[in-house]
């Protein structure tokens, strides 16, 4: 029955269920019930169904599947030693349907992890086994594919998210290019209280999806997480900036990853220069709040390039960030060519531009954190790049401490 709360039932047959004995001639009691016998294919009924609420009957050890489903399926599901009184059944059901759609439940919380693909064929397999992989489990993947290949990526994502009820492919009708306009319709769809951008070819390590939220239980007061990474070639051979890279701020460490040596960016903290230019703002992986995120405006939908650092920028006005100095992420830099370096100059003119925009608002930023904006030119009242760094930079970030 469309339009209904879906309950799907195991360990019982033919059995339907009713939100209350009775009800007023212009309300009705139905919910959309489909039984099966037990949950032995419960990835593919979650895919196919979508329930709103999971009841089970009988023994409840025999549902070990649901025993080992995240926490997003876990907190829908009631289970009942017999079907003798269906009436408080159904009673319970509608209100465990009610508070999977309005309650937050914080002890785990749903993290929605956002991709826009673009063309990217079997790199997709990255981020896919990446997130399988993924220690924290209560997690959701919004892959929005804006490919102009007549479906083919589509396709080949598609057949790849029916091994798992986590992942959600959309496919809009149109095709954008615009990078911060399918960022912004991806996170509108998602659920979860943590937002983590993850890009179509990139990889989050093992604990990255955990360090999130533990961070965010360590520090209530943030709105925004980024962590250290390492950049890679197709090959995983490892690629570094120069020396004196993010101003002098940028530096290394090195890590051994799957029996590979990697070059790991220490990620600089918030300071009057990183956060004033793309090349030393925070990379990936970037997670915030839904709030947070949200209530800054989301991705900028206008924005062509340069649109990960405007959303810093404005996430950085607005809330605290969080450093989580681990290896979280592990960027692939496939090879350049004249498009992409047209496209790099195009994103150093907004940088520039936009800096120019929030300089102020930056520089005012910093005086209510009571850090020191050294690098602000009080007579021309403008950010100045060639001043020195002082020998402690003061940062705003705050850091995980794991």
């Keep these: 029955m469309n339009g209904l709360p879906i309950v799907c039932i195991f360990?019982?047959?033919?059995?339907?269920?009713?939100?209350?004995?009775?009800?007023?001639?212009?309300?009705?009691?139905?919910?959309?019930?489909?039984?099966?016998?037990?949950?032995?294919?419960?990835?593919?009924?979650?895919?196919?169904?979508?329930?709103?609420?999971?009841?089970?009957?009988?023994?409840?050890?025999?549902?070990?599947?649901?025993?080992?489903?995240?926490?997003?399926i876990r907190r829908r599901w009631l289970?009942?030693?017999?079907?003798?009184?269906?009436?408080?059944?159904?009673?319970?059901v509608f209100n465990c349907y009610l508070s999977v759609c309005l309650d937050r439940r914080e002890e785990e919380p749903l993290v929605s992890v956002f991709t826009p693909t673009y063309r990217t064929e079997l790199r997709f397999l990255r981020p896919l086994l990446?997130?399988?992989?993924?220690?924290?489990?209560?997690?959701?993947?919004?892959?929005?594919?804006?490919?102009?290949?007549?479906?083919?990526?589509?396709?080949?994502?598609?057949?790849?998210?029916?091994?798992?009820?986590r992942i959600?492919?959309?496919?809009?009708?149109?095709?954008?290019?615009?990078?911060?306009?399918?960022?912004?319709?991806?996170?509108?769809?998602?659920?979860?209280?943590?937002?983590?951008?993850?890009?179509?070819?990139?990889?989050?390590?093992?604990?990255a999806l955990k360090w999130v939220v533990e961070a965010s239980r360590q520090h209530p007061e943030a709105?925004?997480?980024?962590?250290?990474?390492?950049?890679?070639?197709?090959?995983?051979?490892?690629?570094?900036?120069?020396?004196?890279?993010?101003?002098?701020?940028?530096?290394?460490?090195?890590?051994?990853?799957?029996g590979r040596e990697l070059d790991v960016v220490n990620a600089p903290g918030i300071s009057p220069k990183t956060i004033r230019h793309i090349v030393a703002a925070p990379n990936h992986?970037?997670?915030?709040?839904?709030?947070?995120?949200?209530?800054?405006?989301?991705?900028?939908?206008?924005?062509?390039?340069?649109?990960d650092f405007e959303i810093m920028?404005?996430?950085?006005?607005?809330?605290?960030m969080v450093h989580i100095p681990r290896l979280g992420y592990i960027q692939y830099m496939d090879g350049r060519n004249n498009t992409q370096r047209l496209r790099n100059k195009d994103i150093q003119r907004h940088v520039r531009y936009l800096r120019d925009r929030y300089d102020r608002r930056i520089h005012e930023r910093f005086l209510e954190l009571g850090v020191n904006d050294y690098c602000w030119d009080v007579d021309r009242g403008c950010a100045d790049f060639r001043y020195a760094n002082p020998d402690n930079v003061q940062v705003a970030s705050l850091t995980y401490a794991g």
Excluded: M
């Design 11 to 72: 360990g019982a047959e033919d059995v339907q269920l009713y939100s209350d004995t009775e009800a007023p001639d212009f309300e009705t009691r139905a919910l959309d019930c489909r039984c099966f016998y037990d949950d032995s294919d419960l990835d593919r009924i979650l895919i196919e169904q979508r329930p709103h609420v999971v009841v089970t009957f009988g023994d409840i050890n025999h549902f070990q599947r649901l025993w080992s489903a995240p926490f997003e």
């Design 79 to 92: 289970h009942f030693d017999d079907g003798n009184d269906l009436d408080q059944v159904g009673r319970a």
């Design 130 to 165: 990446s997130l399988r992989a993924q220690t924290y489990r209560n997690w959701e993947w919004i892959v929005y594919d804006d490919s102009d290949d007549n479906g083919a990526t589509a396709t080949l994502i598609g057949g790849l998210a029916q091994a798992d009820h």
């Design 168 to 207: 959600e492919l959309v496919r809009p009708g149109r095709h954008s290019g615009i990078i911060g306009e399918v960022k912004a319709k991806a996170c509108a769809l998602s659920r979860g209280e943590i937002l983590v951008e993850l890009d179509h070819d990139d990889e989050l390590t093992p604990d």
């Design 223 to 258: 709105g925004f997480f980024f962590s250290d990474f390492a950049e890679v070639d197709s090959n995983l051979n490892p690629l570094k900036y120069p020396d004196g890279w993010g101003f002098g701020l940028g530096s290394y460490r090195k890590e051994q990853v799957n």
């Design 285 to 307: 992986f970037r997670a915030w709040r839904r709030d947070t995120y949200f209530a800054i405006g989301g991705h900028n939908r206008e924005i062509h390039v340069a649109d």
């Design 313 to 320: 920028v404005r996430t950085f006005l607005h809330t605290r």
